[in-house]
């Protein structure tokens, strides 16, 4: 049945109606657009360039830059760029370690270990920087990250606890302040 009083539809026109002029004034957000050329240049490097893959990697770039300025919004720190290479290496070496130990721990006939969980205090904002932590922290030696508390405490799960699983993560911590810095 169709509807005889336009001025409903009218209205719902007129409220979702956006003119040049709106659309120009309104800022581009650089940040958003650095994000996509990255993931988008990311998508490029693992996949290369075909057809099949642009179609596919550019709604999935879309999508990334969408959830990492959900993560970690623009404003909140900013990326000092000159400290990633550090941090990806000490962090490209810890995952190194990491499978190299859990792979002897795996083929010893009685691995010397003491599991169980320990409890570290974090001292990162409960936002994208805490997140980026976890994921990390996650690739250290013997430990993943199993609870990220509301008092600012995360409780790690360990492979052996005589380890120092805090200096870790607090070294760790130390390295992904150096690269993500307070705005002022």
């Known amino acids: 049945m169709p509807c ?22 309104k800022p581009a ?6 994000r996509f ?4 240049a990311l998508w490029l490097v693992l996949d290369g360039v075909k057809s099949m893959g ?17 993560m970690l919004a623009p404003g909140a720190a900013r990326i ?5 290479p550090s941090l990806l290496g000490h962090w490209a070496w810890d995952s190194l370690v990491a499978g190299f130990q859990a792979a002897w721990l795996a083929l010893h006939p009685r691995p010397p270990m003491r599991s169980g969980f320990v409890k570290i205090s974090c001292g990162l904002p409960p936002d994208g920087r805490r997140e980026m ?5 996650a690739a250290l ?31 760790l911590e130390m390295r992904l302040r150096k690269v993500l810095v307070e705005n002022d």
């Open 29 to 34: 957000n650089p940040g958003m657009l650095l």
């Open 54 to 70: 642009l179609l596919i990697g550019l709604p999935a770039a879309a999508f990334c830059a969408w959830v990492s300025s959900r």
């Open 133 to 137: 932590l976890l994921a990390l922290s």
């Open 141 to 171: 030696p013997g430990s993943l990250p199993v609870e990220d508390q509301d008092n600012g405490d995360i409780l790690l799960h360990c492979l052996d606890t005589r380890q120092d699983p805090a200096k870790a993560m607090a070294v």
């Open 37 to 40: 050329m990255g993931f988008f």
């Open 4 to 25: 005889r009083d336009r001025s409903f539809v009218t209205v719902l026109e007129t409220r979702h109606r956006i003119s040049l002029d709106d659309a120009r004034r």
């Open 80 to 84: 000092r760029w000159a400290g990633v």
